[in-house]
């Protein structure tokens, strides 16, 4: 498996809500395949599949979609719901109209608006308005448009995971929707800038700001007028992978990261010792010189070293979670030449060993009750 993995501080995000109510967090990881002693080291990461099965059993001891993060519940089966409401629209646009008004019927419900500005001359865009009722004009075409999350979800500082993954997750819905992926030009949020923040480019593909007057994402107003495409079965379908196809960390595919990414994965699912390819290949294949990748690279503030690490790391950790192929293995597989080379570079990715990652039949007696930066 090389699937992406997700940084430590999202996990600890994710227990903060049940931690609030009391619900012993430990069984929970040990449900996920998540070693606890992770938490303490933030260089830690966890598989993508370890992660979306975390929320699930949080989502389940919390009765709660929101994770416990939110101002009130949202219990489990609304999210399924609001699916099937938008299911019927003519177009996007009215889908995501249909959903911001679902949620707002809940009390203590997230305050969501999509609104459009159309171009009223070369260059110059009109007011921001929400969609047009029925007989009026039909969403602009040129212009931007907006989809918003008015609520503060700040009460704690983890809660902007919170705004994170509804982010996240419509954008993916979305595209679900309508069966093609919206690029963003932009989103914005409304808390800080936290310490993890280089990792929100890659996360939404586009420029990300902080410290807005409210959470939003822009993208092209013609797409909400982009019919919806899916069906109740579909729904059904994507609904039994989640939430693992809607808040898995993957990039987008629009950077050059991420095509470089795609470049490297494959080598690694080998059955013998992966041979990763130089950057002068993975240039000559996407096209550029080398120079030209390096720059681009440098202004997404990566390497094709550190990438080429990523993956490795990433792959290494979703073997380990897995339990099932020996760390010997599975170093020849990464292309290390003995297994003293994978632990010193394995401890350099993530400040631990492989055996640290190891599925454990029995979780030490750790009660979490203070997790770093939380007061206990």
């Given amino acids: 498996m090389t699937g992406a993995t997700i940084a430590v501080h999202h996990v600890r995000a994710v227990l903060s809500g049940a931690r609030r109510r009391d619900v012993d967090v430990v069984p929970l990881l040990q449900a996920a ?48 719901m609001m699916g099937l409401a938008c299911l019927g629209c003519p177009d996007l646009g009215t ?32 007011e ?3 969609r047009p009722g029925p007989g009026t004009a039909p969403w602009p075409g040129p212009g931007v448009a907006e989809f918003s999350f008015r609520t503060d979800l700040r009460p704690y500082a983890e809660d902007i995971f919170l705004a994170e993954s509804v982010m996240i997750i419509w954008h993916r819905l979305s595209s679900w929707l309508i069966g093609r992926h919206i690029p963003l030009r932009h989103v914005r949020f409304a808390h800080p800038a936290p310490a993890h923040a280089r990792e929100y480019g ?52 629009t ?20 041979r990763l390819p130089e950057a002068a290949e993975v ?9 030209t990748l390096r720059r681009r690279l440098q202004e997404e503030g990566t390497s094709y070293r550190r990438l080429k690490d990523a993956v490795r790391r990433d792959a290494a950790i979703s073997s380990l ?39 454990q039949p029995h979780a030490p007696d750790v009660r979490l009750r203070a997790l770093p930066g939380q007061q206990s």
Avoid: N
């Avoid at 950077?255 to 992966?274: I, M, S, Y």
């Avoid at 240039?283 to 120079?291: G, Q």
């Avoid at 010997?328 to 394995?346: K, Y």
């Fill in 33 to 80: 395949g998540i070693s606890p002693l992770l938490l303490g080291d933030e260089r830690a990461r966890v598989a993508a599949e370890s992660f979306a099965r975390l929320v699930k059993a949080v989502q389940r001891a919390t009765d709660d979609e929101f994770l416990g993060l939110g101002p009130l519940p949202s219990r489990r089966g609304t999210f399924a």
């Fill in 95 to 126: 889908a995501l109209e249909r959903a911001a008004r679902f949620y707002g019927l809940f009390p203590g419900g997230p305050e969501m608006a999509v609104t459009a500005e159309a171009k009223s001359a070369p260059g110059h865009l009109t």
């Fill in 128 to 130: 921001p308005r929400p």
């Fill in 202 to 253: 890659p996360m939404f593909g586009c420029e990300v700001r902080f410290g807005a007057s409210h959470t939003a994402a822009a993208f092209d107003a013609r797409w909400l007028a982009a019919p919806v495409v899916r069906d109740e079965a579909a729904l059904t379908a994507m609904l039994r992978r989640a939430p693992a196809d809607l808040l898995s960390r993957r990039e987008y595919g």
């Fill in 255 to 274: 950077t050059v990261a991420e095509r470089v990414r795609r470049t490297l994965v494959p080598a690694l699912r080998a059955t013998g010792p992966a």
């Fill in 283 to 291: 240039a000559a294949r996407l096209a550029v010189s080398p120079a």
């Fill in 321 to 359: 979670t897995a339990g099932r192929e020996p760390i010997a293995a599975l170093a020849a597989r990464l292309g290390f030449s003995e297994d003293t080379a994978f632990h010193r570079a394995f401890r350099r990715w993530t400040g631990t060993t492989p055996g640290a990652y190891r599925p």
